[in-house]
């Protein structure tokens, strides 16, 4: 089980951290994955991190302004996002990801983030 916090309503500029705590399964076996989904658009991808070598992804619009970073000691993934902009608006979801393909496996539920202008 995935379950994703941190989300809020913040203006255009300010800083949110999302955790995602994961019970019952130990990151070793998954890469960590955000994702998020605006109203009215398709689930896109964030920012994802490999277990292994912690290879990072970011999708170009939140470069320089998103961080994931994971404890696996805590078995917990976070997303560091800075610099908020009004299109950061979404539900962020966090998820597992397959270690070869990075395919979604699991997914946490959603948590809202509002950036106003």
């Known amino acids: 089980q995935l379950q994703a916090s941190g989300g809020g309503s913040v203006q255009a500029g300010g800083s949110l951290r999302l955790s995602c705590v994961a019970s019952g399964r130990t990151f070793k076996n998954y890469n960590m994955g955000w994702f998020r989904q605006a109203p009215g658009k398709e689930r896109e991808f964030v920012a994802a991190?490999?277990?292994?070598?912690?290879?990072?992804y970011y999708v170009d619009s939140v470069k320089g302004r998103f961080t994931i970073s994971t404890d696996n000691a805590k078995n917990t993934a976070y997303l560091q996002m800075n610099s908020l902009k009004p299109e950061d608006t979404a539900v962020y979801y966090c998820?597992?990801?397959?270690?070869?393909?990075?395919?979604?496996?699991?997914w946490g539920q959603g948590t809202q983030v509002t950036v106003s202008s």
């Open positions: 998820a597992a990801l397959d270690l070869r393909t990075n395919n979604p496996l699991y």
């Open positions: 991190i490999s277990y292994s070598v912690g290879t990072i």
